[in-house]
């Protein structure tokens, strides 16, 4: 019984750790991940270095075929936009294999891309390397580092996917006020329903 | 000759006539009896605590929750084997939640769906905030679906799998819990 209980509890720690071992808040940006040169919408390959900003940088894993990506989309856009202009660099990225949703692919991010008017670089993570480091398991998923490239933040941008009208914490831009003005994050990290990213062969 | 085009001729007037109201007919019977079936399963709210408390007060040995949505298809492909487990197990004691994290406006299709695949209730939807939500069934579940949860009969989480699942790997987990229903 008690061997059984043993087994029961080592099985489901494995279990545990294998499926959320990810970037934790305080932890620098990974070397790993922020030299991978990527493709961007407009053909340069752009990596998360080349677009640090000088009070921070935001990373945004997303998509275009998932539902909540799509709800929130214009969101993202507003919120990623309105952070460029704060100093924040923003970078946002598709780590999907388009094998499995064909939308996924550097033209879906092209027109996703026009559709929503973002101003920061939508790039594709083209052996899923970036979200494996990262331990991005879905979208859309958020990651704020601060100006020393510490993570500050990682979640959801807003509470409610559904309805935008019925937002009532929008934690990413919590997040980069707080950022901006030296203050800790309220809330530092969040949980969401999201597509889990289908990583591409490595 | 043109007898035999005159009664081809009869044949093409008459024959749509004749068919196409009992296909019709035929059809709107079909449609409505669907409709019933659609309109039969239940689908009930769920907040994070209710849900809770739904999974401790529930009389099982075994409680199994899988979150999933109309429009994830790895949570379609494995819905097929979790509604034969659901049926094979019914008698011993394990239980099976179906929690939906579909939008509200996708309801019709969230009953379509559990219909098509002969789910047996209860049948969920979430509500309220994500974060308690994902909070409560596991701290470490990044929230992608599907997730399904197994609780034992005091409601402690036991097992808990992200993304799609094998037979072995749904089976395991249960089994597990079924010879030892009794956290202690």
């Known amino acids: 019984m008690k061997r059984l209980l043993f087994a029961a509890v080592?099985?489901?720690?494995?279990?545990?750790?294998?499926?959320?071992?990810?970037?934790?808040?305080?932890?620098?940006?990974?070397?790993?991940?922020?030299?991978v040169?990527?493709?961007?919408?407009?053909?340069?390959?752009?990596s998360i270095n080349d677009t640090k900003g000088e009070n921070g940088t935001l990373v945004i894993f997303s998509c275009n075929h998932c539902p909540w990506t799509n709800a929130w989309k214009h969101r993202i856009a507003f919120n990623g936009n309105w952070a460029l202009g704060k100093g924040i660099g923003v970078l946002m990225i598709n780590s999907n294999d388009p094998s499995q949703f064909p939308e996924d692919d550097f033209d879906g991010n092209v027109q996703r891309a026009?559709?929503?008017?973002?101003?920061?670089?939508?790039?594709?993570?083209?052996?899923?390397?970036?979200?494996?480091?990262?331990?991005?398991?879905?979208?859309?998923?958020?990651?704020?580092?601060?100006?020393?490239?510490?993570?500050?933040?990682?979640?959801v941008l807003d509470d409610n996917a559904d309805d935008q009208n019925a937002v009532k914490r929008r934690y990413v831009e919590e997040a980069v006020k707080a950022v901006i003005s030296g203050q800790p994050v309220a809330t530092p990290e969040t949980r969401s329903i999201g597509c889990s990213i289908k990583y591409r062969d490595e | 000759?043109?007898?035999?085009?005159?009664?081809?001729?009869?044949?093409?007037?008459?024959?749509?006539?004749?068919?196409?109201?009992?296909?019709?007919?035929?059809?709107?019977?079909?449609?409505?009896?669907?409709?019933?079936?659609?309109?039969?399963?239940q689908v009930t709210p769920v907040t994070a605590e209710a849900l809770t408390r739904l999974i401790?007060?529930?009389?099982?040995?075994?409680?199994?929750?899988?979150?999933?949505?109309?429009?994830?298809?790895?949570?379609?492909?494995?819905?097929?084997?979790?509604?034969?487990?659901?049926?094979?197990?019914?008698?011993?004691?394990?239980?099976?939640f179906f929690v939906s994290t579909d939008f509200e406006s996708n309801l019709p299709a969230v009953r379509e769906f559990l219909t098509r695949q002969k789910a047996q209730g209860p049948a969920y939807?979430?509500?309220?905030?994500?974060?308690?939500?994902?909070?409560?069934?596991?701290?470490?579940?990044?929230?992608?679906?599907?997730?399904?949860?197994?609780?034992?009969?005091?409601?402690?989480?036991?097992?808990?799998?992200?993304?799609?699942?094998?037979?072995?790997?749904?089976?395991?987990?249960?089994?597990?819990?079924?010879?030892?229903?009794?956290?202690?």
Request: aromatic content about 10%; glycine content about 6%.
């Open chain 1, 10 to 35: 080592v099985f489901f720690s494995a279990m545990t750790v294998t499926a959320y071992a990810d970037l934790s808040l305080g932890d620098p940006l990974p070397n790993n991940a922020a030299g």
């Open chain 1, 37 to 46: 040169k990527m493709k961007n919408v407009d053909g340069r390959m752009v």
């Open chain 1, 114 to 155: 026009k559709d929503t008017a973002i101003q920061f670089p939508y790039v594709v993570d083209s052996a899923s390397k970036v979200a494996r480091v990262f331990g991005a398991k879905k979208t859309p998923e958020f990651f704020l580092f601060d100006d020393e490239g510490k993570l500050v933040y990682k979640g």
């Open chain 2, 1 to 41: 000759m043109k007898r035999d085009f005159f009664h081809l001729g009869l044949v093409m007037v008459v024959l749509p006539l004749v068919l196409v109201p009992a296909a019709s007919g035929c059809s709107r019977s079909r449609k409505a009896a669907k409709q019933e079936a659609v309109q039969a399963v």
């Open chain 2, 56 to 96: 401790r007060q529930t009389q099982a040995s075994v409680v199994a929750v899988n979150v999933w949505a109309t429009w994830c298809a790895p949570c379609a492909e494995e819905f097929p084997q979790l509604v034969w487990f659901q049926k094979q197990y019914r008698d011993v004691g394990v239980k099976f």
């Open chain 2, 125 to 184: 939807l979430k509500a309220g905030p994500d974060d308690e939500f994902v909070r409560a069934l596991s701290p470490s579940w990044s929230g992608a679906i599907p997730a399904t949860f197994v609780f034992d009969s005091k409601g402690i989480l036991r097992h808990f799998h992200e993304g799609k699942m094998s037979e072995k790997q749904l089976s395991d987990m249960i089994l597990d819990v079924l010879k030892d229903p009794v956290s202690s």
